[in-house]
């Protein structure tokens, strides 16, 4: 089974197998607000391209430096979800 969306992305699915091990959650259920899909995404977005303040806020002292192959410090890239997300629609009116 294959996927692609646009060009941007490519899935390949060779083979499917069972397994007996115990699936374990790896989220607290509880410790989440329910929101929808499109403003989970939206809220992605803004913590990817606003990592260091988010962090900041809830009182962690970090400091966040992007570093290029030749070892020099970069301004942060830029996530656009309308190019770099499989679910680009949040963004779309």
Excluded: C
């Excluded at 939206?42 to 009182?59: C, D, H, P």
């Amino acid at each position: 089974m294959k996927a692609e969306a646009n060009g941007n992305f490519s899935f390949l699915a060779t083979g499917l197998e069972s397994s007996e091990r115990i699936m374990t959650p790896m989220y607290m259920q509880g410790e989440y607000s329910k929101v929808n899909r499109k403003d989970a995404l939206k809220n992605a977005e803004y913590f990817i391209n606003n990592q260091e303040g988010v962090l900041r806020a809830q009182g962690q002292n970090v400091s966040i430096k992007y570093i290029d192959d030749d070892g020099n410090e970069i301004e942060a890239p830029k996530y656009d979800g309308l190019i770099h997300n499989i679910e680009p629609d949040y963004k779309m009116k």
